[in-house]
Structure formats: structure tokens, C-alpha cells
């Protein structure tokens, strides 16, 4: 699923994929393709260019505007995280618990973001010749870093959830995935031939491409008011308002890291959306972490 195509300018523009991948083998008759709707059709893109699962019989997918939708990928691929953590309670050690939850997670998504985020440290390491280090195939240190940094702070987040970690974990794949959408609307594509510049080609504006998220958000805080009321958060009765403030928490880092990253970039590339995917969700995942440890002292006092 995955694309290393090179880019106008000779590189690797790999955070977000190369533009449309191939169309499956069998494709659906096109008066049933034209017969879904727009939306339906660019989230079956979305799909296929986000994850490594199985693609739809049906629709025929779009890629006009599939950025909209990468949120909802994202929490299907943090559920199902999340669901394995459930399956895994209390049958092994915490330790491999987490590494397998964490190898499922890139495995899932291809490691798509994963490598975005190493060629982005390896550009913020090598100053002027940051374009020229980001395109780079190659790993230098700072990507070796980055990656290991983030799989630590992942697994700090994680041993200290426990089992509020099922849920947490689509809370920052969500988080995670708007993360690059404050990037495509408060920052300009540093490669305006690059191959993932086709995120901005059919923009409509933050709120507008927002608005499949917030769907989301309901039914996400009912899944933490079911797990917060049976983990007893803080004082009796308050639980399940803790679990829900500890899914909300990532949305600070949604907003921190792209900006941030926009600043010392001079503006966004591929490579840099994966690198805002990343730092969002281990930073997520660090806060729900931070709260429910607050919650617990509380409890206990």
C-alpha cells in the first residue's frame, strides 16, 4: 500500500502518501460508482491512502478531499489498537502488551506517519539544508531519535493508562489526524510541485473540512463516560467527566504541533503532516496519561 515514488524535485515526500494509489484490481460498474455520493467516495479514499486494510467493494474511491476523513481513519485504527489492548488485559506482561499494541499500530497504518516524522527531524537537524535532508531516503540520527522518543513516550503513556488505555488510544488517533489539517489551513506546502501538495487542491477552509470530525466526538464521549463511570476517576460520581476530559486533552497538542512545526519549517511538506500525526498522538496519549494519574491521587486522598 505503501508509495515511495519520488517527487518533483527528486525526493521523498513520504508523511503523507504520494497521491492516489493504484485502483484495486476489480473496480465496481461506473453507473453504480457515480451513483454514491461525493463524500461516501472520498472516504473510501481515505481508506485506502491512510491504512493498510482491505479496500471497499464499493464505491469506486475518490481522492479529491480525503484529508476530511483521515480523523475517522485514524480512530478506526486507534479502535481497533484499543481493541486489542482489551483482548490482551491480563493475559501477558504489561510490557509486551504495550509492544504489541504499539507494532500493531504501525502496522495498521503502514508506518506511513512513522516515516514522516523521522525525515522531518532529520530536516530540523540540518539547518540550511533542511529541504535537502528531508528528502533524503536515508535515516540520520536525529530521525533515529525521533523514532525511538517517540516509541518511549508512547510506552510511558501506555503502562500508565492500564486499561483506560483502550480508550485513550482512538482519542489520539483522532487528535492525531486533525493534527495535519490546522497545518494544510495556517501554513503554505513547502514544495508546490510535491506529490502530497493535492491535499490543498480541493481545500475548503478548516471548519468546513472539520466537520466529519465532529461527528466523531459524540460518540467517542459516550465510550469514555461508559469507561470513566466503571473506572471511578477521581471521587465517586466525577469518573466518567475525568475520562471525558482526558479524550479532550489532545486537542492541545493538535493545535501545539503544527503550528510549532509550521514556525520552524517556514511552512508544511508531507513529511512534516506524518511528523504532526506522531508527535500529536504520543503527546495525546502523554496527557490522558498525566490526568488519570492526577485522578487516581485524588481518589486515593
Known amino acids: 500500500m505503501r508509495s515511495n515514488a519520488p517527487d518533483s524535485k527528486g525526493g521523498n515526500d513520504r508523511g503523507h502518501r504520494h497521491g492516489p494509489p493504484a485502483q484495486p484490481m476489480s473496480q465496481p460498474p461506473a ?25 471497499w467493494p464499493w464505491p469506486e ?23 486489542l489492548w482489551w483482548c490482551l488485559e491480563g493475559r501477558v506482561p504489561t ?4 509492544a504489541l499494541v504499539l507494532a500493531a499500530g504501525l502496522l495498521l497504518s503502514g508506518g506511513l506517519h512513522m516515516d514522516g516524522a523521522m525525515d522531518t527531524a532529520d530536516g530540523l537537524a540540518a539547518g540550511d539544508r533542511l529541504l535537502e535532508a528531508m528528502e533524503d531516503s536515508r535515516v540520520g540520527a536525529a530521525g533515529t531519535q525521533a523514532l525511538a522518543l517517540l516509541l518511549l513516550l ?15 488510544l482512538p482519542w489520539a488517533a483522532l487528535w492525531g489526524r486533525v493534527a495535519p489539517l490546522v497545518a494544510m489551513a495556517r501554513f503554505p506546502y513547502l514544495r508546490p510541485g510535491g506529490s502530497a501538495a493535492f491535499h490543498r487542491e480541493h481545500w475548503a477552509g ?8 465532529a461527528l466523531l466526538v459524540v460518540p467517542l464521549i459516550v465510550m469514555s463516560l461508559i469507561q470513566g463511570a466503571g473506572a471511578g476517576w477521581v ?7 475525568m475520562a471525558v476530559l482526558a479524550g479532550l486533552a489532545g486537542l492541545l497538542p493538535a493545535l501545539v504541533v503544527p503550528l510549532w512545526l509550521g514556525r520552524r519549517l517556514g511552512g508544511h511538506s508531507g513529511d512534516s503532516y506524518g511528523a504532526c500525526v506522531e508527535w500529536t498522538e504520543a503527546l495525546a496519549l502523554l496527557l490522558s496519561a498525566a490526568l488519570s494519574l492526577g485522578g487516581t491521587a485524588s481518589a486515593a486522598s
Open 61 to 83: 474511491p475518490r481522492f479529491r478531499r480525503i484529508a476530511r476523513f483521515a480523523p475517522w481513519i485514524g480512530a478506526v485504527l486507534g479502535g481497533l489498537q484499543g481493541l
Open 235 to 241: 471521587l465517586p460520581g466525577s469518573g466518567a467527566a
Open 31 to 55: 453507473a453504480k460508482s457515480a451513483a454514491a455520493p461525493a463524500w461516501l467516495r472520498d472516504l473510501a479514499g481515505a481508506w485506502i491512502f491512510y491504512s493498510v486494510l482491505p479496500a
Open 154 to 168: 508512547r510506552t510511558a503513556a501506555l503502562a500508565t493508562l492500564g486499561a483506560s488505555a483502550a480508550v485513550a
Open 95 to 98: 510490557l509486551a502488551q504495550v
Open 206 to 213: 478548516l471548519a468546513v473540512e472539520l466537520r466529519p470530525t
